[in-house]
């Protein structure tokens, strides 16, 4: 008997989260996504009305440990076969490391690369021996392909988030799942802009290729939509 897949994607309210559990709802998977606020009224809510069923909403906040810890406590006992953290926050890309807050520098930190792994942390344990576990980097973060600047913070952030996961995957040799750190393309959301090349439409289905691509494959790679390795 055909048994359906599970999908949690983190942080799907909107953009490349929403699209990614659209696009996983196309290939006929169950999604539980998350939303950061509970008020009701996010496109995730609106495509849970046309999907049959098939999409559950739950409430996370990734900065708040205990919120991620309530998340695992409810989700105990279901059986996913991809865990998606996609939730992230960009700021100025102007803006010089040194000219930034500390409590922005924080902010853009915490958020991107040390939240994702401490969801990862929390959820891995739901995660089919045979499952897939990704987070959503950033061609930014790739040290290597700095060559032009700018996005200081933020880059600093997906590439930090980048490390900690080449971290998490080292100490746990012998772990099953296959792992992903993705770069989705510069898309058009509201973090995006209007300006980018890639629409989600494009994007999305690219990603999803590329996790299924290497399904069964123990380890971690940073791949881009286009299923093409990048350089940390
Ligand atoms: P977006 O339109 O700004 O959406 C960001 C998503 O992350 C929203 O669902 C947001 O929830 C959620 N989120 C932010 N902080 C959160 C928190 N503390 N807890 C839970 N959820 C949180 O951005 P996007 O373009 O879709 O980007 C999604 C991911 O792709 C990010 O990690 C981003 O860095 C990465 N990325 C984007 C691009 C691009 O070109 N768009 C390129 C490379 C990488 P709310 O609705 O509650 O704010």
Same mark, same amino acid.
């Given at each position: 008997m055909k048994t359906t897949s599970t999908a949690l994607i983190v942080g799907a309210s909107r953009g490349l989260g929403w699209g990614l559990a659209r696009e996983y709802l196309r290939r006929g998977w169950r999604v539980i996504g998350t939303v950061r606020d509970g008020g009701g009224d996010t496109p995730l809510h609106r495509l849970r009305a046309e999907a049959g069923g098939a999409l559950e909403i739950e409430q996370v906040d990734i900065t708040r440990p205990e919120a991620v810890a309530r998340l695992a406590t409810r989700l105990d006992g279901r %059986?996913?076969?991809? @865990?998606?953290? &996609? +939730? /992230?926050?960009? &700021?100025?890309?102007? +803006?010089? +490391?040194? =000219?930034?807050?500390?409590? !922005?520098?924080? %902010?853009? *930190?915490?958020?991107? =690369? @040390?939240?994702?792994? %401490?969801v990862v942390e929390a959820l891995a344990p739901l995660v089919a021996p045979d499952g897939r576990i990704a987070v959503m980097s950033s061609e930014l973060g790739s040290v290597a392909l700095n060559d032009d600047g700018g996005w200081e913070v933020y880059r600093a952030s997906k590439a930090a988030l980048n490390t900690l996961m080449r971290s998490l995957v080292a100490r746990r040799a012998g772990d099953t799942r296959t792992h992903y750190v993705v770069a989705p393309g510069w898309v058009r959301t509201d973090m995006g802009g209007a300006d =980018?090349?890639?629409? $989600? !439409?494009?994007? *999305?289905?690219?990603? +999803?290729?590329? $996790? !299924?691509?290497? %399904?069964?494959?123990? /380890? @971690?790679? #940073?791949?881009? #939509?286009r299923n093409e390795i990048l350089p940390w």
């Open positions: %059986r996913l076969d991809l @865990l998606f953290v &996609n +939730a /992230g926050v960009s &700021n100025d890309p102007a +803006a010089p +490391a040194g =000219a930034v807050s500390t409590d !922005e520098f924080n %902010r853009v *930190m915490v958020t991107n =690369a @040390l939240s994702p792994v %401490r =980018a090349p890639l629409d $989600i !439409e494009t994007s *999305m289905p690219g990603v +999803a290729d590329a $996790i !299924e691509f290497r %399904r069964g494959t123990p /380890g @971690l790679v #940073y791949v881009n #939509y």
